[in-house]
């Protein structure tokens, strides 16, 4: 792996890269809390089958850039600063793979760029709008984001987490995976990306952004590139019933179910989803 800072958007991204420079693009987003480090379990696999990887940390996150305000985080700029990590590569396309919130800047990247889109791999988030709407009527799903609601308060969530040596976001993920996912030096590699200044402030903000800075009303919502959706069955933040809501704004979708798997599902089964991502490239 090879650490570097690309700019892209107005700001410099760390991005963590590996694999021949010739090879397909593939550029994979993380979500929240995470940072690169958690797409460890495949970029080696994916940079060794011939892909050139970019793992950037998103803006906010780790050592990438840190842009102050709540409208800095929006998912239309966000979608932008994908687009410019392709610019920066030299390429036309490439193949974008996201999970959590990184899920959802893949499927609005999708819908604003589709021409810069090769394929789409989205692990356990639905489509934007999906989400919106779903989220609304749904009591049940309701129940399960309330963090959301939570994450607009100023100050508290970030003051709260930081205590215990951020025992909050720590147990968030050790309850909500299965055992032995996330080991002690995971989480002290977590601890550290979380205590950069200013980082965990930029984090929540894509929370506070996605309910008072949303994205701009689109002609068409629908996803025209060929599209995976890769879905954990025992996620306790998102339902199930959304996965098919959202393929199904897909001109070519499909979904791939792992019935024993947790929203943490490239860490679980990463061997499974490593070759659902390779082998998506070569249908």
């Avoid at 193949?95 to 589709?114: K, Q, R, S």
């Avoid at 100050?155 to 996330?182: C, D, I, K, Y």
Wanted: net charge neutral; glycine share 8%; with cysteine.
């Amino acid at each position: 792996m090879h650490h570097t800072f690309v700019e892209t958007n107005g700001l410099r991204l760390h991005v963590v890269q590996a694999g021949p420079s010739d090879g397909q693009l593939v550029i994979l987003l993380h979500g929240f809390p995470e940072f690169w480090y958690g797409w460890r379990h495949q970029i080696d696999t994916l940079a060794k089958t011939g892909f050139c990887v970019w793992a950037p940390d998103q803006r906010g996150y780790n050592l990438s850039d840190k842009p102050s305000g709540i409208a800095a985080y929006g998912l239309d700029t966000l979608a932008a600063d994908v687009v410019g990590l392709i610019d920066a590569a030299g390429r036309q396309k490439a193949v974008i793979v996201g999970h959590d919130w990184g899920a959802a800047v893949a499927w609005w990247t999708a819908v604003l760029y589709p021409e810069r889109i090769e394929r789409l791999i989205v692990l356990n988030v639905p489509h934007p709008m999906v989400m919106q709407r779903f989220a609304r009527r749904d009591m049940g799903q309701m129940l399960r984001s309330w963090y959301i609601g939570f994450f607009q308060l100023p100050w508290v969530p970030e003051a709260l987490s930081h205590l215990g040596n951020w025992s909050m976001p720590v147990q968030t993920l050790r309850s909500t995976s299965r055992p032995g996912t996330f080991t002690d030096a995971d989480l002290q590699q977590y601890r550290t990306a979380w205590s950069q200044p200013g980082a965990f402030t930029a984090m929540v903000n894509w929370y506070r952004a996605a309910l008072q800075k949303p994205p701009a009303r689109q002609p068409s919502i629908r996803v025209t590139v060929p599209t995976l959706l890769i879905w954990g069955v025992r996620d306790q933040f998102l339902k199930r019933e959304m996965a098919q809501l959202s393929v199904d704004l897909c001109d070519t979708g499909r979904i791939v179910f792992f019935e024993n798997a947790t929203h943490w599902v490239q860490h679980e089964e990463a061997q499974r989803v490593n070759e659902l991502i390779t082998d998506s490239n070569s249908r």
